[in-house]
């Protein structure tokens, strides 16, 4: 009888797999004109990774940044122009997109939208004005004007960066303030924004009933070395501590935070790039793992993606990289069941597919290329 119930239970197992495996499951790939000409959906097949379908669902000029809420029904696309606007969109089931609004940005040139742990507020870091915004979300998933924003301030980084490797001439935008990512803690308590012209990270106490920001106590670190430029961050599954890439020095930068305080504290730095690399790159997007075991760096110029394992205590350790598939690879995104990494390669004009270990992390080209103008950020729906 106890075999019974195991096969039984193994096949239920089965067919459970089955079932996620064959949900549909759209891609959603943000672009840069003219060469990309908005918004791209694709069909990810969850068994195979693949995308195909290829469809243009908007024509929003240079819709480059995106994030879809916890449950995927709605998607919200940020126009990357001056006096930058943000659109509220709700996926059907047949892929199809139903424009809910459109709202002001809270500054010129959108570069990052997260949303918080609750989905309750939509949050943007508007890279040209330097300025970060708060848009309340409304229970159909449209947006509110903004409830707060943010403006930085103060005199720019350093012109050259000083732990970049030798022969480097990565110098962008140490000219005033440009804000590059901002999110919230997983308890949703606390706001953490990166200013790359200004080589500070920002903390921010977070009101829930408001959608309002106050500056923190200190309101704002300086970047792990002059002229670093931090860029994006990623927090371990934990909430503890969250890594951050700094886009002229191309190094990794570890942060513990106080998760009463909502402080951080500065540890190690590590490079992106392979020991022994000479000459210029630009780090650019980060994704870790569902465990918090392998982070994965783009590096532009360079052309590749960095591998790094985790130990418990959260020690980097490089592992490995190897080539994007394409040119000036600006972000990466893995599937939802972590079994696939895809790289934007943005000059390339495609997205690259690798496949994951289960054991390890190691990726593994696919060898098969997808065809875009200018891949910004992709998003995956349903998440959940």
Request: proline share 6%.
């Amino acid at each position: 009888m106890a075999l019974k119930h195991s096969l039984l239970a193994l096949a239920l197992a089965a067919c459970a797999g089955t079932a996620l495996a064959a949900q549909p499951h759209y891609a959603w790939v943000g672009t840069y004109n003219p060469n990309g000409e908005g918004l791209y959906r694709f069909a990810l097949n969850a068994e195979t990774g693949a995308l195909t379908g290829k469809t243009l669902v908007s024509t929003l000029p240079n819709a480059a940044q995106l994030t879809t809420s916890a449950d995927g029904k709605t998607l919200y696309l940020a126009s990357e122009v001056e006096k930058g606007v943000v659109q509220a969109l709700r996926v059907k089931e047949n892929g199809e997109l139903e424009a809910l609004n459109q709202v002001a940005s809270g500054g010129d040139g959108p570069v990052y939208l997260s949303l918080t742990p609750n989905g309750k507020h939509l949050l943007v870091a508007n890279y040209v004005s330097g300025s970060v915004a708060v848009l309340p979300v409304n229970a159909d998933g449209s947006l509110n004007e903004a409830s707060d924003v943010q403006q930085h301030d103060g005199p720019p980084g350093a012109a050259k960066p000083a732990a970049a490797v030798e022969g480097s001439f990565a110098i962008s935008d140490h000219n005033g303030p440009h804000a590059h990512m901002i999110a919230a803690d997983p308890q949703g308590k606390f706001v953490f924004a990166t200013d790359l012209g200004l080589d500070r990270i920002y903390q921010y106490r977070f009101d829930e009933a408001s959608g309002k920001l106050t500056p923190n106590s200190p309101p704002w670190i300086s970047a792990s070395s002059a002229g670093a430029g931090p860029r994006h961050f990623v927090f371990t599954p934990k909430g503890d501590a969250l890594w951050l890439i700094n886009e002229e020095a191309s190094t990794l930068t570890s942060y513990q935070l106080d998760v009463q305080k909502g402080t951080l504290t500065e540890g190690k730095t590590v490079s992106s790039l392979p020991e022994g690399y000479k000459g210029t790159s630009f780090a650019a997007g980060l994704v870790l793992n569902a465990d918090g075991t392998s982070l994965y760096v783009a590096n532009r110029l360079r052309n590749s993606i960095s591998h790094f394992t985790l130990s418990g205590d959260g020690e980097l350790t490089f592992k490995d990289e190897v080539w994007t598939g394409g040119d000036y690879p600006r972000t990466l995104t893995l599937s939802p069941d972590g079994r696939w990494l895809y790289a934007m390669n943005q000059r390339s004009d495609n997205i690259s597919r690798f496949r994951v270990a289960t054991d390890g992390g190691k990726l593994t080209p696919v060898g098969d290329y997808t065809p875009v103008g200018s891949p910004s950020q992709m998003v995956i729906t349903p998440l959940k």
